[in-house]
């Protein structure tokens, strides 16, 4: 398990592979938070 650790935080696509994890989950919460406040908007 180090060996996998040490391989995603030193190599470059190690760290392209993190950021990408990263950049997935953060989306995923922003579209949660954008969708939980568009569902409390009145209708038109």
């Known amino acids: 398990m180090n060996a996998a650790l040490d391989l995603l935080f030193t190599s470059g696509i190690g760290l392209l592979s993190l950021f990408t994890i990263i950049f997935i989950i953060g989306m995923g919460f922003f579209m949660v938070k954008l969708v939980k406040r568009k569902m ?5």
């Open 40 to 44: 409390n908007e009145p209708e038109e």
